[in-house]
């Protein structure tokens, strides 16, 4: 692959690019965490053109420490997704962002649950519905896999955890369906050593648990759809002390 440009963004203090799109109008949207001015770090959306011009820099505040881990496409805008929380003593919530076609902030959702949660991975559906999920704690507990489903305007319609993982992170959400989506985490489960897990879902049901790999894998990396129903998982394994990782990938069937 040929490089056709290269370039880099923000000034003193911490900058970190998450995640980019193509905006449907050609322009590149790429959700950054800064806390470059700030006391506190801030979500920040960088408009780029193709040719990797900088046409504008959006502070989208939600309120304290603020941190973006994805921006995804939808309809003709967007919806950037993270976590916050208003003070370093504040439990952590998920936070959910819709930006219209100029970027313009259509709403804002906190998501709060439990002990403190943390938003990590997220889809939008064709109807602009989203499902948001990530990890969170009960009364100082190993974590959890949490999933919420968010309406088109903003409004929570569900939350709920999965207690199917124990010590739980993930990486990715796919919707697989009607009413059906897949999620990567990584975490423990009683009398299994696989550390990588296909979560499987009708709706705010479990419907099926798939393990990856065996005790080695370490890291969820993506999760994307392929095909009808399949599904395509990256990530990464540790080679049991020696030093190293490697990548690995898995795909599924129906």
């Not at 906190?110 to 991975?121: N, S």
């Not at 009364?139 to 088109?152: D, N, P, R």
């Not at 989506?181 to 489960?189: E, Y």
Request: glycine letters at 18%; a positive charge; charged letters at 25%.
């Amino acid at each position: 692959a040929t490089v056709m440009w290269h370039q880099t963004f923000g000034g003193p203090g911490f900058d970190r690019g998450m995640s980019v799109i193509r905006h449907p109008g050609g322009d590149l949207w790429a959700a950054t965490t800064t806390q470059a001015g700030t006391k506190e770090a801030d979500i920040r959306l960088l408009r780029l053109s193709a040719n990797g011009k900088e046409r504008q820099l959006q502070r989208l505040r939600g309120g304290g420490e603020d941190q973006v881990v994805a921006i995804v496409r939808r309809g003709a805008g967007a919806l950037l997704a993270g976590s916050g929380r208003a003070s370093e003593e504040a439990p952590w919530e998920g936070r959910i962002i819709a930006l219209g076609n100029r970027s313009q902030v259509l709403w804002k959702q906190p998501v709060r649950f439990a002990d403190g949660c943390k938003i990590t991975a997220v889809a939008v559906g064709r109807k602009g519905g989203t499902i948001a999920a990530g990890s969170a704690w009960v009364a100082g507990s190993e974590s959890k896999v949490f999933v919420a489903h968010i309406g088109q305007g903003g409004r929570i319609k569900w939350i709920r955890d999965d207690k199917r993982l124990r010590n739980a992170t993930v990486s990715g959400v796919v919707l697989t369906g009607r009413r059906h989506f897949a999620l990567l985490a990584i975490g423990k489960r009683a009398g299994c050593a696989a550390g990588a897990w296909l979560l499987g879902y009708r709706g705010k049901r479990p419907r099926w648990t798939a393990p990856i790999g065996g005790d080695a894998m370490a890291k969820g990396g993506a999760l994307i759809r392929t095909g009808k129903y399949g599904l395509v998982a990256v990530g990464g394994v540790h080679d049991r002390g020696r030093g190293f990782s490697d990548g690995w990938l898995a795909r599924t069937g129906r």
